[in-house]
């Protein structure tokens, strides 16, 4: 167990709409390894986001188990109230990357800023803040604002942001959802070759079958999901 | 789907905001309505009054004693139409003056409008006099004989004499006064209401942005939008203007009983129901408060003017109305220097607020402190219209605080200084004042030689050494010179200026003869008291308020045998049993009955009872706005947070913890708000300034002193602390919520930097 990055069995998730229950997740069950990847597909509202969310601690676990790098944190042995928020914020702060689709920065910091920061926050030396937007090949804009890149090179920036912390997992969020075809291979060849290279795990969630064929396993929630 | 519907459905979407911009013009309505009907309504009566005892005169007894309805009826039988006047105290609601509507109508002047008496007869305050007289308690209600202005002319007859008529001292200008500072206030409050419309209602226009685009992309042009908006304006308008004057009157007929009594004795003037009937005026001027407010320039709806036009050209502006409020020499010049240092003030303190705050930024190493000046930057830039509107409300409400303050101040120690003395008898008419004074003076034992002196006043005229016109002036004599008058607060003076005075080297004289014949310490004036004329330097000035005419203090003894005192009195000291001693014998010197003795103590507290009355309201009236312009921002914080929840989330998908982030986010709100209280400060103490020391002036001849209230500064600072932490809570609040993802990086300038 101690192994495996993920470990959720059983995991089902309700939203509650009004006095309408919508289940989302059903009787989930994903185990991951360490450095290695997983796509998340299926249609839209299949419950992807929800699940990633759930992996981050940003959104609760209905029922089901649920431990990440080796520590439970729903169902048995997982601590509750306080002591469950402080080891999700620890995770994420250094061990979980979190990408999204976009507005993964501050739009009040320049790019060099918001990887500062976020090494910052995970009690990284932020000094190497430049040297991974060098890294990531846009060393030069690193004092240009979010909005004055282009997409491409903003999710370039949340990749860098995701690596200055030296993470164990990465989630991500249809990460090149909004680029256009050929910046959108870019990003993802540096996400699965940084991935690679650090040796760390990846949940990948998207639409694009090719993105998720780069993947070894992937999970169709349109299967399973759904009301 | 017609455009009208495609426009109206945005508010279908977004009720609270419908219902706030609704409650906003309600209660604006409200508070402009209340204000303009209190002030217009005691504006009016204290002309009326001011008419209604404009240069009368009545009869009184040669021997001093007080009229009766014998010599009413003496009177009458010789001819005379006089007139009973009869005031009779009613608890709880002023007082009542009976009159007789017969009498009065001899003197009814044609081609002038009748006084406000010789109308009907309604208890307001007037009545018939039979209706007084059975509602007068013996000792608390005052009989005077109003004389005619035709039978005023000739000889009274024997036994009888002829004196001015007036109610009271003159305080029309404290008054007057008062109600222009009032209206001042008014319309700081209408512009206060008018920020806080046009940023609700921009709110909309930026979120209905998408919505008025796709309309002019199906054909509907501009000028019909522009149409289409002014309607929707209008008509929400209207429905909330009617109810808010309604509402507004409504108030303000609560109020101004209280308001009339607190007038009523602070400037001891009759009130009279009726005026500020208009309810017109009030709706028309927020109509066009509210279409002004609202079209001014629709298309710049971004805010980008802000930065378009030069922060130089307003730092001109400020310089400018800076400049003219220093020099003007009219009113009209100072409102216009107020209003070019408002629109600067307003226009520049966002921009500094963003500059301060991005140079900081710019000098900090770490990136957390960053963020969150950055943060304040963009919520300033973007909440720039309520924020100003926060501002100048508490500028105003700091300045009216000031105001009240040291109007309440100055006219408790002017109150004081006219008050010193324990009691105070008047001195009969033809009464032997000198025997009582001897009298008094062989007693040390009973009241001491430095806390009583007598007074006399009378008329004089003077003539500055440079040989200007004489001009009248009121004489105010004392003596001796006691410990009683010592401390006047003087406005200039020589070094001992009350020995001197009392030595009889010098006069002194009021503010306004100070300010009207440009006189000052040292200054050599020509007195002419009675038969003799009397060379004098000017010794101090000491302010003399609600009045214009100037006046002159000088020692009793420089005044001649054959000066006519029009009023004469005994300022005592003393304790309870010895002044009725001193009563006893001073009845008995002067063979009256019953002398009139009053207890100053009790005429103060009542007056500073009704003052906090008063300024209970102005003060209600000023926390109403910036309660209104605080619930405004509120609104504003929750929408444009809504749009920013994603990035303040961020924090939490980083890793920190709940509380963190709420404390992060906290700092941030604080440093906006004291960032505004800052900018206010200097705004609300100049205006304070302007109000008490150019208005006044301008208008009445008087200053008020210029005092600031660092103490109040603290209770504002608990203000905006709580305005900062209400904006934390909603902060807070959006924390919590699942924000989604704005759609584009800038959905709904969401991600503005
Ligand atoms: N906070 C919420 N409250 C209620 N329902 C929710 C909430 N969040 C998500 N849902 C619902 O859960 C379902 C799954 O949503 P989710 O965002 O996970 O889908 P997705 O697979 O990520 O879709 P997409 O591909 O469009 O991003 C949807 O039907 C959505 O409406
Ligand atoms: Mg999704």
């Given at each position: 167990m101690a192994d495996n990055l993920i470990s959720v069995t059983g995991l089902s998730k309700q939203f509650e709409s009004g006095d309408q229950h919508v289940t989302v997740l059903r009787e989930l069950s994903v185990h991951l390894g360490r450095g290695e990847s997983l796509a998340l597909t299926g249609p839209s509202g299949s419950g992807k986001s929800t699940l990633l969310n759930v992996l981050c601690g940003l959104e609760s676990p209905g029922s089901g188990r649920l431990a990440m790098l080796g520590q439970p944190l729903a169902g048995d042995g997982a601590p509750t109230g306080k002591a469950l928020e402080r080891t999700w914020c620890e995770l994420r702060q250094s061990r979980l990357g979190v990408v999204f689709q976009d507005a993964n920065l501050m739009p009040t910091l320049s790019l060099?800023?918001?990887?500062?920061?976020?090494?910052?926050?995970?009690?990284?030396?932020?000094?190497?803040?430049?040297?991974?937007?060098?890294?990531?090949?846009?060393?030069?804009?690193?004092?240009?604002?979010?909005?004055?890149?282009?997409?491409?090179?903003?999710?370039?920036?949340?990749?860098?942001?995701?690596?200055?912390?030296?993470?164990?997992?990465?989630?991500?969020?249809?990460?090149?959802?909004?680029?256009?075809?050929?910046?959108?291979?870019?990003?993802?060849?540096?996400?699965?070759?940084?991935?690679?290279?650090?040796?760390?795990?990846?949940?990948?969630?998207?639409?694009?079958?090719?993105?998720?064929?780069?993947?070894?396993?992937?999970?169709?929630?349109?299967?399973?999901?759904?009301? | 789907m017609s455009p009208r519907i495609a426009l109206f459905s945005h508010y279908r979407r977004h009720p609270l905001q419908l219902a706030a911009l609704a409650a906003m013009i309600l209660l604006a309505s409200a508070l402009w309505t209340g204000i303009h009907h209190l002030t217009s309504q005691a504006r009016t009566s204290l002309e009326q009054s001011e008419r209604a005892v404009a240069e009368r005169q009545q009869s009184v007894r040669e021997d001093g004693n007080p009229v009766s309805v014998q010599d009413f009826v003496n009177l009458r039988r010789q001819g005379l139409c006089v007139m009973p006047w009869l005031e009779v105290p009613v608890p709880g609601r002023g007082r009542l003056v009976g009159i007789d509507p017969l009498a009065a109508h001899c003197f009814a002047e044609p081609g002038h409008t009748p006084a406000p008496w010789q109308g009907e007869l309604d208890g307001k305050p007037f009545v018939d006099i039979s209706e007084a007289a059975a509602q007068a308690s013996a000792e608390a209600s005052a009989l005077v004989l109003l004389v005619s202005q035709a039978d005023g002319q000739s000889p009274p007859p024997a036994g009888y004499r002829y004196q001015a008529f007036a109610v009271a001292p003159d305080t029309a200008e404290l008054g007057d006064s008062f109600l222009l500072n009032l209206d001042a206030l008014g319309v700081l409050v209408l512009l206060i209401t008018s920020l806080l419309l046009r940023s609700v209602f921009l709110l909309g226009l930026a979120q209905r942005r998408e919505s008025l685009a796709l309309l002019y992309r199906y054909g509907v042009n501009r000028s019909q939008l522009s149409r289409l908006l002014l309607v929707e304006n209008l008509l929400l308008a209207l429905v909330c203007i009617l109810p808010g004057v309604w509402l507004g009157r409504a108030l303000s007929l609560v109020l101004a009983d209280g308001f009339g009594?607190?007038?009523?004795?602070?400037?001891?003037?009759?009130?009279?129901?009726?005026?500020?009937?208009?309810?017109?005026?009030?709706?028309?001027?927020?109509?066009?408060?509210?279409?002004?407010?609202?079209?001014?320039?629709?298309?710049?709806?971004?805010?980008?003017?802000?930065?378009?036009?030069?922060?130089?050209?307003?730092?001109?502006?400020?310089?400018?109305?800076?400049?003219?409020?220093?020099?003007?020499?009219?009113?009209?010049?100072?409102?216009?220097?107020?209003?070019?240092?408002?629109?600067?003030?307003?226009?520049?303190?966002?921009?500094?607020?963003?500059?301060?705050?991005?140079?900081?930024?710019?000098?900090?190493?770490?990136?957390?402190?960053?963020?969150?000046?950055?943060?304040?930057?963009?919520?300033?830039?973007?909440?720039?219209?309520?924020?100003?509107?926060?501002?100048?409300?508490?500028?105003?409400?700091?300045?009216?605080?000031?105001?009240?303050?040291?109007?309440?101040?100055?006219?408790?120690?002017?109150?004081g200084q006219r008050l010193e003395a324990d009691y105070y008898i008047e001195v009969p008419q033809g009464a032997d004042i000198t025997a009582a004074v001897s009298w008094l003076a062989a007693k040390p034992e009973l009241v001491s030689p430095e806390l009583w002196h007598q007074v006399i006043r009378g008329r004089a005229s003077v003539q500055t050494a440079s040989g200007r016109e004489p001009v009248p002036v009121d004489v105010f004599a004392?003596?001796?010179?006691?410990?009683?008058?010592?401390?006047?607060?003087?406005?200039?003076?020589?070094?001992?200026?009350?020995?001197?005075?009392?030595?009889?080297?010098?006069?002194?004289?009021?503010?306004?003869?100070?300010?009207?014949?440009?006189?000052?310490?040292?200054?050599?004036?020509?007195?002419?008291?009675?038969?003799?004329?009397?060379?004098?330097?000017?010794?101090?000035?000491?302010?003399?308020?609600?009045?214009?005419?100037?006046?002159?203090?000088?020692?009793?003894?420089?005044?001649?045998?054959?000066?006519?005192?029009?009023?004469?009195?005994?300022?005592?000291?003393?304790?309870?049993?010895?002044?009725?001693?001193?009563?006893?014998?001073?009845?008995?010197?002067?063979?009256?009955?019953?002398?009139?003795?009053?207890?100053?103590?009790?005429?103060?507290?009542?007056?500073?009872?009704?003052?906090?009355?008063?300024?209970?309201?102005?003060?209600?009236?000023?926390?109403?706005?910036?309660?209104?312009?605080?619930?405004?921002?509120?609104?504003?914080?929750?929408?444009?947070?809504?749009?920013?929840?994603?990035?303040?989330?961020?924090?939490?998908?980083?890793?920190?913890?709940?509380?963190?982030?709420?404390?992060?986010?906290?700092?941030?709100?604080?440093?906006?708000?004291?960032?505004?209280?800052?900018?206010?400060?200097?705004?609300?103490?100049?205006?304070?300034?302007?109000?008490?020391?150019?208005?006044?002036?301008?208008?009445?001849?008087?200053?008020?002193?210029?005092?600031?209230?660092?103490?109040?500064?603290?209770?504002?600072?608990?203000?905006?602390?709580?305005?900062?932490?209400?904006?934390?809570?909603?902060?807070?609040?959006?924390?919590?919520?699942?924000?989604s993802a704005p759609e584009s990086a800038h959905g709904l300038q969401g991600g503005e930097r």
């Amino acid at each position: 167990m101690a192994d495996n990055l993920i470990s959720v069995t059983g995991l089902s998730k309700q939203f509650e709409s009004g006095d309408q229950h919508v289940t989302v997740l059903r009787e989930l069950s994903v185990h991951l390894g360490r450095g290695e990847s997983l796509a998340l597909t299926g249609p839209s509202g299949s419950g992807k986001s929800t699940l990633l969310n759930v992996l981050c601690g940003l959104e609760s676990p209905g029922s089901g188990r649920l431990a990440m790098l080796g520590q439970p944190l729903a169902g048995d042995g997982a601590p509750t109230g306080k002591a469950l928020e402080r080891t999700w914020c620890e995770l994420r702060q250094s061990r979980l990357g979190v990408v999204f689709q976009d507005a993964n920065l501050m739009p009040t910091l320049s790019l060099l800023d918001n990887i500062r920061l976020r090494a910052r926050l995970a009690g990284r030396d932020d000094t190497s803040a430049g040297d991974w937007l060098q890294r990531l090949g846009i060393g030069e804009l690193g004092q240009r604002y979010p909005d004055q890149v282009s997409g491409g090179q903003r999710q370039r920036a949340a990749l860098a942001m995701v690596f200055v912390t030296r993470p164990a997992l990465i989630l991500a969020d249809e990460p090149t959802g909004s680029l256009d075809r050929r910046t959108a291979e870019t990003v993802a060849d540096e996400l699965f070759e940084l991935q690679a290279r650090h040796g760390c795990g990846l949940v990948l969630a998207t639409h694009d079958a090719d993105l998720a064929a780069r993947c070894l396993h992937q999970l169709d929630l349109g299967h399973q999901g759904g009301p | 789907m017609s455009p009208r519907i495609a426009l109206f459905s945005h508010y279908r979407r977004h009720p609270l905001q419908l219902a706030a911009l609704a409650a906003m013009i309600l209660l604006a309505s409200a508070l402009w309505t209340g204000i303009h009907h209190l002030t217009s309504q005691a504006r009016t009566s204290l002309e009326q009054s001011e008419r209604a005892v404009a240069e009368r005169q009545q009869s009184v007894r040669e021997d001093g004693n007080p009229v009766s309805v014998q010599d009413f009826v003496n009177l009458r039988r010789q001819g005379l139409c006089v007139m009973p006047w009869l005031e009779v105290p009613v608890p709880g609601r002023g007082r009542l003056v009976g009159i007789d509507p017969l009498a009065a109508h001899c003197f009814a002047e044609p081609g002038h409008t009748p006084a406000p008496w010789q109308g009907e007869l309604d208890g307001k305050p007037f009545v018939d006099i039979s209706e007084a007289a059975a509602q007068a308690s013996a000792e608390a209600s005052a009989l005077v004989l109003l004389v005619s202005q035709a039978d005023g002319q000739s000889p009274p007859p024997a036994g009888y004499r002829y004196q001015a008529f007036a109610v009271a001292p003159d305080t029309a200008e404290l008054g007057d006064s008062f109600l222009l500072n009032l209206d001042a206030l008014g319309v700081l409050v209408l512009l206060i209401t008018s920020l806080l419309l046009r940023s609700v209602f921009l709110l909309g226009l930026a979120q209905r942005r998408e919505s008025l685009a796709l309309l002019y992309r199906y054909g509907v042009n501009r000028s019909q939008l522009s149409r289409l908006l002014l309607v929707e304006n209008l008509l929400l308008a209207l429905v909330c203007i009617l109810p808010g004057v309604w509402l507004g009157r409504a108030l303000s007929l609560v109020l101004a009983d209280g308001f009339g009594q607190a007038l009523e004795g602070l400037f001891d003037r009759l009130l009279y129901a009726g005026g500020g009937e208009d309810w017109w005026l009030p709706t028309l001027t927020m109509v066009a408060v509210i279409v002004a407010a609202c079209l001014a320039g629709v298309r710049d709806s971004s805010g980008s003017l802000l930065t378009r036009v030069q922060p130089a050209f307003f730092a001109v502006l400020l310089a400018l109305g800076l400049a003219v409020s220093l020099w003007a020499p009219t009113l009209i010049w100072l409102f216009l220097a107020v209003a070019l240092v408002f629109l600067a003030a307003g226009w520049l303190a966002p921009l500094a607020i963003a500059g301060v705050v991005r140079w900081l930024a710019r000098n900090t190493g770490d990136p957390l402190i960053r963020w969150r000046l950055q943060e304040v930057a963009v919520l300033v830039r973007r909440l720039a219209l309520p924020l100003v509107a926060l501002q100048f409300a508490l500028a105003l409400v700091l300045a009216v605080h000031a105001l009240v303050t040291t109007f309440e101040d100055t006219f408790d120690q002017w109150l004081g200084q006219r008050l010193e003395a324990d009691y105070y008898i008047e001195v009969p008419q033809g009464a032997d004042i000198t025997a009582a004074v001897s009298w008094l003076a062989a007693k040390p034992e009973l009241v001491s030689p430095e806390l009583w002196h007598q007074v006399i006043r009378g008329r004089a005229s003077v003539q500055t050494a440079s040989g200007r016109e004489p001009v009248p002036v009121d004489v105010f004599a004392l003596g001796p010179v006691s410990h009683l008058v010592q401390n006047w607060r003087l406005l200039a003076q020589t070094e001992t200026p009350w020995q001197a005075l009392a030595r009889g080297e010098g006069l002194m004289v009021n503010e306004q003869l100070a300010r009207r014949q440009q006189l000052a310490v040292g200054d050599r004036l020509i007195v002419r008291l009675g038969a003799r004329r009397l060379q004098a330097p000017v010794l101090a000035v000491y302010p003399d308020y609600g009045r214009p005419s100037g006046e002159v203090l000088v020692p009793a003894s420089l005044l001649p045998e054959d000066f006519e005192a029009r009023f004469r009195s005994l300022s005592i000291s003393a304790g309870i049993e010895e002044i009725k001693v001193v009563e006893a014998q001073l009845a008995r010197l002067w063979h009256t009955p019953q002398l009139t003795v009053r207890d100053n103590q009790a005429i103060r507290t009542l007056a500073t009872d009704v003052f906090d009355q008063t300024f209970l309201l102005t003060r209600a009236m000023t926390t109403l706005t910036l309660i209104l312009a605080a619930a405004a921002l509120l609104l504003m914080v929750w929408v444009f947070l809504s749009t920013r929840a994603w990035y303040f989330r961020l924090l939490i998908v980083w890793g920190m913890p709940q509380r963190q982030a709420a404390t992060q986010l906290t700092r941030v709100s604080l440093a906006l708000i004291f960032a505004v209280l800052v900018c206010a400060l200097p705004l609300g103490v100049w205006l304070t300034w302007i109000l008490v020391q150019r208005i006044n002036p301008l208008a009445f001849g008087w200053s008020l002193p210029m005092a600031v209230y660092p103490g109040f500064w603290i209770e504002l600072a608990v203000l905006a602390l709580i305005i900062g932490l209400s904006i934390a809570l909603l902060m807070r609040l959006q924390l919590r919520r699942p924000a989604s993802a704005p759609e584009s990086a800038h959905g709904l300038q969401g991600g503005e930097r």
